[in-house]
T-cell receptor, first 115, second 112 residues
Framework: AQTVTQSQPEMSVQEAETVTLSCTYD???????LFWYKQPPSRQMILVIR??????QNATENRFSVNFQKAAKSFSLKISDSQLGDAAMYFC????????????FGKGTRLHILP | NAGVTQTPKFQVLKTGQSMTLQCAQD?????MYWYRQDPGMGLRLIYY???????DKGEVPNGYNVSRLNKREFSLRLESAAPSQTSVYFC???????????FGNGTRLTVT
C-alpha cells in the first residue's frame, strides 16, 4: 500500500525568507500524481501545486515550486519570499494513476511565518 | 457557485447514536471522497467512490458506511457512534485525470 510521510510536524520561517517542506512517499507504481494542499485557519483546503510523475520538470506556481526526485521518492515544497498569508497546515498527497481513484495524504506540516 | 456542500456543519452525538453526514457537489465530478482529520494525524481516507454506483474502502473504514446515491451525492453514515469518531469530516470531489480535489467546509462531529 502507498504511504505518504511528512517528517516535519512544524516549521517556522522569517517573513520574506525561503522555506522547504519535506514529503516522501512509498509506492511500487511508476505512474502517479503528487499534490501539495494548504489549509489555513479557515479550515478550507486549497490546492497549491501538482506534479505528474512522468514529467521530469519540476512544477512551479509563482512563489511555490517543488523538488521532485522520483528515484528517491521525494517531493518537497519550496516557498520563496514567505508571506504572512502562507501560515497554514500543508499536506502532501499521492494519487495512483494505475489503480482506482484513491488519494492519500501525509500528516501535515504546520508552517509559522515570523514577522 | 456552490461547489461541494456538506451538512451539517456541527453535530454532537451520544455514544451509540447514529447519523448521516450529507455531501453534494454541483460540478459534475466523477469521484467523491470522505476524509477525517484529527490533530497530528492529517487527513485519513474513510471511503471513496470513483464513479456513480461504486464505493471502496479507504484507510480507516471501520465504523462507517457510505452511499453514492447518484453522481452528485455521497453520504457517510455512522451506525453506532463512538467517542473515537470525534473528528472533523471532509467531503471532497474531483473530475478526472490530474484534476485536484475540491473540498467542502467540513463537519465537526463530537461524540460524548
Amino acid at each position: 500500500a502507498q504511504t505518504v510521510t511528512q517528517s516535519q510536524p512544524e516549521m517556522s520561517v522569517q517573513e520574506a525568507e525561503t522555506v522547504t517542506l519535506s514529503c516522501t512517499y512509498d509506492t511500487s507504481e511508476s505512474d502517479y500524481y503528487l499534490f501539495w494542499y494548504k489549509q489555513p485557519p479557515s479550515r478550507q483546503m486549497i490546492l497549491v501545486i501538482r506534479q505528474e510523475a512522468y514529467k521530469q520538470q519540476n512544477a512551479t506556481e509563482n512563489r511555490f515550486s517543488v523538488n521532485f526526485q522520483k528515484a528517491a521518492k521525494s517531493f518537497s515544497l519550496k516557498i520563496s519570499d514567505s508571506q504572512l498569508g502562507d501560515a497554514a497546515m500543508y499536506f502532501c498527497a499521492y494519487r495512483s494513476l494505475n489503480r482506482d481513484d484513491k488519494i492519500i495524504f501525509g500528516k501535515g506540516t504546520r508552517l509559522h511565518i515570523l514577522p | 457557485n456552490a461547489g461541494v456542500t456538506q451538512t451539517p456543519k456541527f453535530q454532537v452525538l451520544k455514544t451509540g447514536q447514529s447519523m448521516t453526514l450529507q455531501c453534494a457537489q454541483d460540478m459534475n465530478h466523477n469521484s467523491m471522497y470522505w476524509y477525517r482529520q484529527d490533530p497530528g494525524m492529517g487527513l485519513r481516507l474513510i471511503y471513496y467512490s470513483a464513479s456513480e454506483g461504486t464505493t471502496d474502502k479507504g484507510e480507516v473504514p471501520n465504523g462507517y458506511n457510505v452511499s453514492r446515491l447518484n453522481k452528485r451525492e455521497f453520504s457517510l453514515r455512522l451506525e453506532s457512534a463512538a467517542p473515537s469518531q470525534t473528528s472533523v469530516y471532509f467531503c471532497a470531489s474531483r473530475l478526472d485525470g490530474n484534476s485536484p480535489l475540491h473540498f467542502g467546509n467540513g463537519t465537526r462531529l463530537t461524540v460524548t
